[in-house]
Nanobody, 119 residues
């Protein structure tokens, strides 16, 4: 079983910053990729940012230049630094990981952390 634990969400004013963290734990052989998705009420879940074990990163168009994803492989942890936050960034943010387990690949999701940006 693989677990993802997120932290760092909260309420911030527009223009402010937040840093999200997500730690993976459990029975896994390695981590292929980790990333963040978000879902606002009435909207579909969308990619915010992702990073692979090889160091490749990708971002959703709406956050490019404002958000930065980073990873500490030794701690099985991924971070999302969010700067210049806008009310449109308000959503539940979900951590995601694709990991290698004994039976193959497994995609894990965290429970989500609320980010609210006030105008």
């Amino acid at each position: 079983q693989v677990q993802l634990v997120e932290s760092g969400g909260g309420l911030v004013q527009a223009g402010g910053s937040l840093r999200l963290s997500c730690e993976a734990s459990g029975s896994m052989l390695s981590i292929k990729s980790m990333g963040w998705y978000r879902q606002a009420p009435g909207n579909q879940r969308e990619l915010v940012a992702g990073t692979t074990s090889g160091g490749t990163t990708n971002y959703g168009d709406s956050v490019k230049g404002r958000f930065t994803i980073s990873r500490d492989s030794a701690k099985n942890t991924v971070y999302l630094q969010m700067n210049s936050l806008k009310p449109g960034d308000t959503a539940v943010y979900y951590c995601n990981a694709v990991v290698v387990v004994a039976t193959g690949l497994f995609r894990a999701w965290g429970p989500g952390t609320q980010v609210t940006v006030s105008s």
